[in-house]
């Protein structure tokens, strides 16, 4: 033993991890564009209310390019996300407090370009992207109304020319997203999917032909790719040779497939695909040559070629051969990575290494129809854990410390093998966590998703006291100091 090293019992431990340091110049990156020359990002910001900025690096310099009052954020499906994109070095946002869509080019002034709604938040837009020749933004759009018995969805063109003309594209099913036009800007790509589905239970892929000029933007000859019962499709894409691919579950895991071909043309050891809880989520990219380029969730743990340092990635993008994504790792927050360089540092919060050192991924026996006979156990589930770590401590030899069991939201979300100070803030007071990938969290593809259907409740509360009871019987924690947390779907489960 050190002796710096200070012998005190678990949880009485101090910690320089202070409630202040979890939110104070905290900051969170939530998509990222790149472009030929620049890199653009989403920049969410507790210090400021949680107002969303966009960001631009180009040339070595970075810019806030919305301005200050600006808050970049949809509530589309409520959730939002793809609240803005950027074509041509013109950014394309909705402002949180009106859900209009603005224009905006570095140095610039904002732009209307959708009309004024009848009432707050009635007309609202999610998910932009540009026609070829630039005269409309495609978007899924949403109406509030009195007169509706729910919101309607829809895809609709929004003219960019600042005329406020907006014109439906597309209609008839409960719920749209990712809509994408093809490198030709011939065609529009999207998925679809009826009331009682999620995005991540029977999803379909359509077409249809795109035809767009200054006065005009319409679809035609909708058409049925992909999709249907037994199977979630997410994230469709076009390749650069202008070939359409999407990530479909069919075979259990999220694998790339391209249409018009029943085996996928990029297979991997894990999932590529994510619920998408928000719109804009990508999870792979394609090069100049059109070769896949993957963020993989597997074991746990999340990988990129020739990133070994990150284990989370989200917004994997290119432009050309200039790569760019949002990568975090066990001991560092997101950062903004472009063509190889990290353009957007983390916090740097000074922590000594002990403090975050890489969680456990956890393999145990859950649902057992028997609770007190350890075998059995008729499944198996996941998680992460997080030892107490402290430089400065060490526990009484005839100690255990408490276990803080954690219960991810969703319920289809997952546990991120990524640094979270809030975890840390418990395990470097002498605190174990385990942060339960639970039946029904994503990541281990649809079959274990759907382990949770009709099991809410249920499952996921075996799962986690099978967790906690797993490292009672592994020694590592005290049986009689047990706690659960969660917020959202993890509250309901606690």
């Keep these: 033993m050190a002796s710096h090293t200070t012998v005190a019992p678990y949880g009485t431990w101090k910690s320089s991890i202070t409630p202040e340091a979890l939110v104070s110049g905290a900051v969170g990156i939530s998509e990222v564009v790149p472009e030929h020359d620049a890199v653009w990002w989403a920049e ?32 589309v499906h409520e959730y939002g996300g793809g609240a803005w994109w950027v074509d041509s070095g013109v950014a394309y946002y909705v402002d949180f407090s009106d859900q209009r869509v603005r224009s905006i080019a570095p140095g610039g002034e904002p732009r209307l370009l959708s009309p004024a709604p009848p009432s707050a938040g009635a007309l609202r837009y999610a998910d932009l992207r540009l026609s070829a020749e630039g005269s409309w933004l495609v978007a899924v759009g949403e109406t509030h109304s009195p007169d509706l018995a729910e919101p309607r969805n829809e895809l609709v063109g929004v003219a960019t020319d600042g005329s406020l003309n907006t014109t439906v594209l597309v ?44 006065e005009s933007v319409l679809v035609t000859n909708p ?42 043309v990029l297979s991997v050891d894990g999932e590529i695909g994510y619920p998408p809880w928000v719109f804009g989520l990508s999870r792979y990219c394609f090069d100049s040559q059109a070769a896949p380029v993957a963020a993989i969730f597997a074991g746990g743990l999340e990988q990129l070629a020739g990133y070994g340092d990150y284990t989370a990635f989200n ?19 997101s950062a903004v990575v472009y063509d190889g360089e990290v353009v957007r540092e983390p916090r740097d919060l000074q922590l000594d290494p002990a403090l975050v050192a890489p969680a456990e991924i956890l393999e145990f026996p859950t649902g057992f129809s028997d609770p007190s006979d350890p075998n059995s156990a008729t499944d198996t589930a996941f998680g992460l854990y997080f030892a107490p770590a402290n430089p400065s401590y060490v526990g009484p030899t005839d100690d255990k410390p408490p276990l803080i069991v954690l219960a991810h939201g969703g319920p289809t979300s997952a546990a991120r093998s990524q640094l979270s100070l809030a975890r840390r803030f418990w395990t470097s007071r002498g605190f174990g966590v385990v942060d339960v990938n639970y039946r029904g969290s994503s990541g281990f593809g649809r079959a274990y998703r759907k382990k949770l259907e009709g099991e809410w409740g249920i499952a996921d509360v075996q799962d986690c006291v099978a967790a906690a009871n797993f490292l009672v019987d592994r020694g ?10 969660g917020g959202s779907a993890g509250g309901f489960t606690v």
Aim: charged share 25%; net charge negative.
């Design 476 to 485: 590592d924690v005290d049986a009689e100091r047990l706690i659960i947390r």
């Design 171 to 214: 209609t008839g099913a409960d719920f749209y997203g990712s809509p994408r036009v093809s490198p030709d800007g011939s065609k529009l790509a999207w998925v679809q999917w009826e009331h009682p589905n999620m995005a991540w239970d029977d999803t379909e892929l359509w077409v249809g032909d795109l035809a767009s000029s200054g």
């Design 44 to 75: 969410s910001r507790p210090d400021e209310a949680g107002r969303t900025a966009l960001m631009r690096w180009s040339a070595g310099e970075t810019t806030e390019v919305t301005p200050p009052e600006a808050n970049v954020r949809t509530r």
């Design 315 to 333: 917004s994997v993008r290119t432009h050309g051969d200039k790569l760019a994504f949002a990568a975090a790792s066990w001991s560092s927050e």
């Design 223 to 264: 058409r049925l790719v992909a999709g249907g019962v037994g199977e979630a499709i997410v994230q469709p894409e076009w390749s650069p040779d202008g070939r359409l691919h999407f990530l479909s579950d069919r075979s259990d895991l999220w694998q790339l497939y391209v249409e018009g071909e029943v085996q996928p």
